[in-house]
């Protein structure tokens, strides 16, 4: 079975990350159609789990952020096997990049980074407070967590492009675009 690549060579795993309001899960969401590649977003993996919501309260936050990453890992891998590509939306750190290049590069497939940010905090504070994602199962944010979030993640190191959701989302995109049919 190959599936298709839509102009790629071989599957690509697409991570979009960045703290909430700077349009991560909207470029994700775009690329993934684009792709005709499926969307993983730990926002709503974890919301799928609300029917558990009391266990998950005592769990840590390493626990539980290795929760997030470990659902979101299970599905990557099960597109991987199908040969097919995915994209990913969520926060992540150093150890989970570096695990998930691990498994693209096991199953033969590319891994891009793309971090979303917001360069004007009145903008980016303007688009968090007046967003409502209606995800079953999950809380809507505040200001107050995206700087706990800044706070926790900090600065994404290593090779990635860099998208500012001051720049209107249609140029974005064909940065997203053509940062994808770069070839590693």
């Given at each position: 079975m190959r599936a298709e690549r839509h102009g790629l060579e071989r599957p690509v795993v697409v991570i979009f990350t960045g703290l909430p309001g700077t349009g991560k899960s909207t470029m994700a969401d775009r690329t993934a159609v684009h792709l005709g590649a499926p969307a993983?977003?730990?926002?709503?993996?974890?919301?799928?789990?609300?029917?558990?919501?009391?266990?998950?309260a005592h769990l840590d936050r390493d626990t539980h952020l290795r929760l997030y990453h470990s659902l979101l890992g299970s599905l990557l891998t099960r597109q991987l096997l199908l040969g097919q590509s995915a994209v990913l939306d969520c926060l992540v750190t150093p150890g989970v990049v570096e695990g998930w290049r691990s498994t693209a590069t096991e199953h033969g497939a590319d891994l891009r980074i793309i971090e979303c940010v917001c360069s004007d905090v009145a903008l980016h504070r303007s688009r968090v407070e007046g967003r409502v994602r209606g995800i079953p199962g999950w809380h809507e944010i505040d200001w107050?967590?995206?700087?706990?979030?800044?706070?926790?993640?900090?600065?994404?190191?290593?090779?990635?492009?860099?998208?500012?959701?001051?720049?209107?989302?249609?140029?974005?995109?064909r940065r997203v675009c053509d940062h994808l049919r770069r070839q590693e």
């Open positions: 993983f977003s730990g926002d709503w993996l974890m919301g799928a789990l609300q029917p558990a919501a009391g266990q998950l107050a967590h995206v700087e706990r979030m800044r706070a926790e993640f900090g600065v994404l190191g290593g090779e990635h492009l860099t998208l500012d959701a001051v720049v209107p989302m249609d140029r974005n995109f």
